[in-house]
């Protein structure tokens, strides 16, 4: 299980499945043989980068990396190979996925790996497009300004995406992954709809936005990070019983799926509800790029107040939320 493989104490070589592979072909799934988007990014350095320029003249290898990613670590020394020796028909660009992370931290990575490829913080459309759901994972785009391949291994099938041998296929109507909280919903692991929109009961929310892996995986790279998820979870579970607002949890799909949410609902004996963010539309929504945060919104759905990583006020934020809405059921 994908969780139990970033928990533990060792991760698989570059080249091996650690879990991720699943994920990415979720995502290939539903962007293969599609269009890429013609994006503008930037870099970290102030660069800009016209992606749809590109298209139809060169092959443009992106992959999503985090520097707490302990396979992105080790795939770095081919991303750069990569880089390096590709020709001018080749561009190769690093996108850092942005959560739970810093520029300074990125360009300490870029610095340590000795990294000289164009590096763009995601600022989450790239995350949409092309449907991230793990770290790292790989989009080929090929000459004709379509997605040929989604990967998360250093495999066969993306060196020979690389070296354009292997065409995409083109389903006929792609698949898509769902687009959670789009239309103000989102459902919980115990099936019940959580609206995030104007509340029916007319009870303001307070949402925590979270990662099942935060605590565990990110122990040894972010240790603040993960005693922070420990502080939002240990003060969720004691705080939630205030009557003047309804509570969830939100998951981001990064790195997850409802099998390994249920699994830190069990092992961390959580009763707060939980709903998985499996597109990251909530994620992108509410602008959040870091876990933990916690948002409080009105009864109208209006954002009020939100705590980013340090959990201290999390008290007075609950105790703002029962000022804001009428007890209820």
Not at 77 to 96: K, M, S
Not at 169 to 175: L, S, V, Y
Not at 296 to 313: C, F, H, I, P, S
Request: positive net charge.
């Amino acid at each position: 299980m994908l969780l139990l493989a970033l928990a533990g104490s060792s991760v698989a070589n570059a080249t091996d499945d650690d879990g991720g592979e699943k994920y990415a072909k979720e995502a290939a799934a539903s962007v293969v043989g599609q269009k890429a988007p013609a994006l503008t990014i930037t870099t970290i350095d102030g660069k800009t980068i016209d992606l749809g320029r590109l298209y139809g003249h060169k092959t443009v290898y992106l992959k999503f990396w985090a520097t707490w990613c302990v396979p992105c670590r080790e795939q770095m020394p081919h991303f750069e190979h990569a880089y390096e020796t590709a020709g001018p028909d080749t561009v190769v660009i690093g996108i850092n996925t942005n959560f739970n992370e810093t520029k300074e931290g990125v360009e300490a990575f870029r610095k340590k790996f000795g990294l000289k490829m164009p590096i763009v913080m995601d600022d989450g459309r790239l995350a949409e497009a092309f449907h991230l759901r793990v770290t790292p994972q790989h989009i080929v785009i090929d000459r004709n300004g379509r997605v040929a391949y989604v990967g998360h291994a250093i495999n066969a099938s993306l060196e020979a995406a690389l070296a354009g041998t292997e065409s995409p296929a083109r389903p006929p109507e792609a698949k898509k992954i769902a687009a959670d909280g789009t239309r103000g919903q989102l459902t919980t692991l115990d099936g019940r709809t959580f609206e995030l929109g104007a509340s029916p009961s007319h009870r303001s929310r307070i949402l925590v936005f979270l990662s099942p892996w935060c605590e565990g995986y990110l122990a040894q790279s972010q240790p603040l990070a993960s005693a922070q998820c420990r502080s939002a979870r240990e003060q969720a579970e004691k705080l939630r019983a205030n009557p003047g607002a309804q509570w969830l949890g939100i998951a981001s799909g990064l790195w997850s799926d409802d099998t390994g949410l249920r699994a830190y609902r069990k092992d961390n004996n959580v009763t707060l509800a939980l709903a998985l963010d499996k597109s990251g539309d909530v994620f992108r929504r509410y602008n959040v790029k870091r876990v933990p945060t916690v948002i409080l919104v009105d009864a109208e759905g209006k954002e009020v107040q939100r705590l980013t990583g340090d959990m201290r006020n999390l008290p007075a934020l609950v105790a703002r939320a029962a000022s804001l809405g009428k007890a209820g059921s």
